[in-house]
C-alpha cells in the first residue's frame, strides 16, 4: 500500500508548467528591481542627510 504506484495523469501538470515558464520569471524581476530601488533610495538619503551636512562645517 505505502509503495503503489500513482496513475500517471500529467499532462495537466505538463500544460501547467509550460504555462507558467512561458510567462516568465515576472516576480524575480520585480521584487530585484524594487529591491533595487530601495537600496538606492536609500543611498541617496543618506548622501544628502549625512554626507552633506558634514561636508559644510
Known sequence: MINTDLPHNSEPEDE?????LRSGPRGAFLL???????????????????FIPHANP
Do not use: D, P, Q
Open 32 to 50: 530585484a528591481g524594487l529591491t533595487t530601488a530601495i537600496v538606492l533610495a536609500l543611498w541617496v538619503a543618506f548622501y544628502f542627510l549625512v
Open 16 to 20: 501547467a508548467l509550460e504555462r507558467v
